[in-house]
């Protein structure tokens, strides 16, 4: 397929720089979109084939293949244990559990990610507390988070966001010099590296989504990893009777499983995780080519971001080089923005000028989840007060300022292009469209 716009030399780049803005009735600087350099998942006859022999054998809710797929992942992981689960979300909640959230426990997370990296706690009996994020990683702060420890804290939720590494090793240390559990957040960052290490792999359990827009992407799925036997099979006890009677051998599950006659365990709290075997199936094929996918993306996205090195207003996030950190699928890319630069343009106009020269942005982050009427007002077990004040038996709301950085970041982060494949032209083209704009932001903001 021919690249849509041709861009040879840096003269040519300069002429799309030097034109009018399209948003101000100039030409685009991508006048032709390529969607085929975005979609995902790639999908082969290959995977077809092995989802649709699920279908036919009608083995959705078996294991087999299943487990083959928790095998492989666990190898690819680094981890001892791999436990699939029918979604991200149910992976987190059975993290949580594996490290023994419960009633009045205390789990320390971002606010500024998606809501299922924390808030399950509230249905073990638990409650978030929310910590700031670092304005460079995006993630959470380690700075941060020692202060909000107490007596009753069980866990801190690290997510890798956007496919950036934490910066584990200050969590580690905090987490162990207080005796709490770190459950890692991988659904922006399968395969992505903290200095060498894979994510994942790096604190005391993980949890990551593998549904249809994620990175590793296979439909509704999720997986929880760990090294630690008694986490595997508290979160097997919790969320995967059927295996239960197979898998468990610490004394303190033996409930589950221990009333003869029954066929099975029961679980511990009534979750089914089970994940449908046709994700399975099209994990075990998307696995198989999944580093070869997500090094294209590497080269692409470092590619795009080498471009707009020397571009006002805009940086990429992304880890130093040779710091051995890796950003893995590149998962909803982001970068930041410093409109001091740029004139005070507010991002929302830099994000829609850049949309009409056809260079595809968006508000990329989350909305932080503090201030939500959920994590304020809702009185979800009918305990005749806030939820979170009930179950953390002291008022832990936190209210507009107490997390700056994450309060603030909507207006300082944009979403960019996710490139799927290297290709150079092309990727030149889309790069334009954001230092074209950022040349031009005067003109922006004299009209704003
Ligand atoms: C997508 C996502 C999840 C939840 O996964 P699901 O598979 O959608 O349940 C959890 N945490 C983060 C950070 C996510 O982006």
């Given at each position: 397929m021919s690249p849509a716009i041709e861009i040879s030399s840096s003269?040519?780049?300069?002429?799309?720089?030097?034109?009018?803005?399209?948003?101000?009735?100039?030409?685009?600087a991508v006048p032709q979109d390529e969607p085929d350099l975005f979609h995902w998942p790639i999908v082969t006859a290959e995977d077809e084939r092995a989802v649709v022999e699920v279908l036919r054998e009608g083995s959705m809710s078996d294991l087999s293949v299943t487990r083959r797929?928790?095998?492989?992942?666990?190898?690819?992981?680094?981890?001892?244990?791999?436990?699939?689960?029918?979604?991200?979300?149910a992976a987190l909640l059975s993290a949580m559990f594996g490290v023994g959230v419960g009633r009045g426990d205390e789990v320390i997370c971002p606010s500024l990610t998606y809501w299922a990296s924390g808030l399950q706690a509230m249905s073990l009996g638990a409650t978030p507390v929310f910590a700031d994020i670092d304005p460079r990683?995006?993630?959470?702060?380690?700075?941060?988070i020692e202060r909000r420890i107490t007596g009753r804290t069980k866990a801190i939720v690290v997510v890798h966001y956007c496919g950036h590494p934490a910066d584990m090793g200050p969590i580690m240390?905090?987490?162990?010099?207080?005796?709490?559990k770190v459950i890692e957040d991988v659904s922006h960052a399968h395969g992505a590296l903290y200095k060498g290490r894979m994510c994942g792999a790096l604190g005391h359990v993980?949890?990551?989504?593998?549904?249809?827009?994620?990175?590793?992407?296979?439909?509704?799925?999720?997986?929880l990893c760990t090294d630690d036997r008694e986490i595997y099979e508290r979160a097997v006890a919790f969320a995967h009777y059927e295996r239960a009677k197979e898998e468990?051998?610490?004394?303190?599950l033996r409930p589950v499983v221990a009333a003869d006659g029954f066929p099975t365990g029961l679980p511990l709290g009534g979750i089914k995780g089970r994940i449908n075997q046709t994700c399975s199936a099209m994990g075990l094929t998307q696995?198989?080519?999944?580093?070869?996918?997500i090094a294209a993306i590497q080269d692409a996205m470092n590619r795009f971001w080498d471009l707009l090195e020397d571009c006002p207003g805009i940086r990429p996030h992304r880890p130093e080089k040779g710091s051995g950190s890796t950003m893995g699928g590149w998962y909803n890319p982001v970068g930041h923005y410093a409109p001091e630069e740029l004139g005070g343009l507010p991002v929302e106009k830099f994000v829609e000028a850049v949309n009409a020269e056809g260079g595809r942005s968006g508000r990329g982050v989350n909305f932080p989840m503090h201030l939500h009427p959920v994590l304020n007002e809702a009185d979800v077990y009918h305990d005749g007060r806030p939820t979170r004040v009930a179950f953390a038996d002291r008022d832990v709301r936190q209210g507009p300022g107490s997390l700056p950085v994450s309060e603030r970041v909507g207006q300082r982060a944009f979403g960019v292009p996710w490139f799927k494949y290297d290709r150079p032209e092309s990727i030149a083209g889309y790069a334009a469209a954001f230092r074209k704009v950022a040349l031009h932001a005067g003109e922006l903001t004299r009209r704003a």
């Amino acid at each position: 397929m021919s690249p849509a716009i041709e861009i040879s030399s840096s003269n040519e780049l300069s002429a799309i720089c030097a034109a009018d803005l399209a948003i101000l009735g100039g030409p685009k600087a991508v006048p032709q979109d390529e969607p085929d350099l975005f979609h995902w998942p790639i999908v082969t006859a290959e995977d077809e084939r092995a989802v649709v022999e699920v279908l036919r054998e009608g083995s959705m809710s078996d294991l087999s293949v299943t487990r083959r797929f928790e095998g492989e992942w666990a190898k690819y992981q680094g981890t001892r244990y791999a436990l699939a689960h029918c979604n991200g979300t149910a992976a987190l909640l059975s993290a949580m559990f594996g490290v023994g959230v419960g009633r009045g426990d205390e789990v320390i997370c971002p606010s500024l990610t998606y809501w299922a990296s924390g808030l399950q706690a509230m249905s073990l009996g638990a409650t978030p507390v929310f910590a700031d994020i670092d304005p460079r990683t995006l993630c959470i702060d380690p700075n941060d988070i020692e202060r909000r420890i107490t007596g009753r804290t069980k866990a801190i939720v690290v997510v890798h966001y956007c496919g950036h590494p934490a910066d584990m090793g200050p969590i580690m240390a905090i987490a162990n010099r207080h005796g709490v559990k770190v459950i890692e957040d991988v659904s922006h960052a399968h395969g992505a590296l903290y200095k060498g290490r894979m994510c994942g792999a790096l604190g005391h359990v993980s949890g990551m989504s593998m549904m249809a827009k994620k990175s590793f992407a296979i439909g509704e799925a999720g997986m929880l990893c760990t090294d630690d036997r008694e986490i595997y099979e508290r979160a097997v006890a919790f969320a995967h009777y059927e295996r239960a009677k197979e898998e468990i051998t610490f004394p303190s599950l033996r409930p589950v499983v221990a009333a003869d006659g029954f066929p099975t365990g029961l679980p511990l709290g009534g979750i089914k995780g089970r994940i449908n075997q046709t994700c399975s199936a099209m994990g075990l094929t998307q696995l198989a080519t999944y580093p070869q996918r997500i090094a294209a993306i590497q080269d692409a996205m470092n590619r795009f971001w080498d471009l707009l090195e020397d571009c006002p207003g805009i940086r990429p996030h992304r880890p130093e080089k040779g710091s051995g950190s890796t950003m893995g699928g590149w998962y909803n890319p982001v970068g930041h923005y410093a409109p001091e630069e740029l004139g005070g343009l507010p991002v929302e106009k830099f994000v829609e000028a850049v949309n009409a020269e056809g260079g595809r942005s968006g508000r990329g982050v989350n909305f932080p989840m503090h201030l939500h009427p959920v994590l304020n007002e809702a009185d979800v077990y009918h305990d005749g007060r806030p939820t979170r004040v009930a179950f953390a038996d002291r008022d832990v709301r936190q209210g507009p300022g107490s997390l700056p950085v994450s309060e603030r970041v909507g207006q300082r982060a944009f979403g960019v292009p996710w490139f799927k494949y290297d290709r150079p032209e092309s990727i030149a083209g889309y790069a334009a469209a954001f230092r074209k704009v950022a040349l031009h932001a005067g003109e922006l903001t004299r009209r704003a």
